[in-house]
Structure formats: structure tokens, C-alpha cells
């Protein structure tokens, strides 16, 4: 069950979809799996339910990259745990890190940005490629 807080996210996130797929075509991926994911701030990924993101962890052909803060009120402790045992329950390629910094610290911009650990998260991104 979602707390009514995620549901108007998701409702939002909805529209904003249903919005681009009448503007922009939509991607190769619906006929053919892309080669990897990455996420970095993976917020709101974890929730009761089998509706839950995390849950289709085990299904993804692909490598898998998650970066995590820290200190993320988005995506506690508990959150990126429940990640972490679906990355290994799943075996495969997959990685999750943790870095010592507040949600938003890729980003040059913000406050909390933290260079080191930016290109560091950047630099596994790009090793998905090759």
C-alpha cells in the first residue's frame, strides 16, 4: 500500500509519461532490453507492496548500477538494503554503492555536492558501456 504522499507522485509521474509518449516516440527498450541501468539518488524504490520498483530487480536482463547517499531521506537505510538483498538475491552483474554524502551530491549545483564521489559514481556509469 502506498502512503497518499507517493501516490500523487506516482500519479504526476503518470502524466508526465502519458504527456512525452504523445510528443517524443517512444523508446527502443519495449522491443528489445537495454544493456544496463544505473541510478543514482534512487529515491522512493522501496515500498510494501508488489508494485514496488525493487521488486523487479530480479527481472532486468541488463547490469545493474544503484549509488546511493548516505544520508537520504528518500531513500533511508532500510531502502537501499532491500536493493542490495534484491541485487544479490538476483545474482548477475550488479552493483550498489554507498557514499558519504547527502542526497544530491552529483550534482555540481547543490550545497551538498561532493566531486570525488561525483566522478567516482560517473566513471562505474560509464564502464557500463564498454
Known sequence: MLPPSL???RAKLAD??????????PLPWQTFPPPFSA???GGR??????DS???AIARVRGALYFAFAEHDETCPEADQMAI???LADRGGTGRAERFAA???????????????AAELAH????????
Do not use: M, N
Request: hydrophobic letters at 35%; charged letters at 25%; a positive charge.
Open 16 to 25: 508526465f509519461y502519458a504527456a512525452r509518449s504523445e510528443a517524443i516516440p
Open 45 to 50: 524504490l522501496v515500498w510494501d507492496g508488489a
Open 7 to 9: 501516490k500523487t507522485e
Open 102 to 116: 547527502p542526497h544530491g551530491w552529483t550534482f555540481p549545483t547543490r550545497w551538498c555536492h561532493d566531486r570525488t
Open 53 to 55: 520498483p525493487h521488486r
Open 123 to 130: 566513471r562505474r556509469v560509464l564502464a557500463l558501456f564498454d
Open 39 to 41: 541510478c543514482l539518488h
Open 84 to 86: 542490495e538483498q534484491a
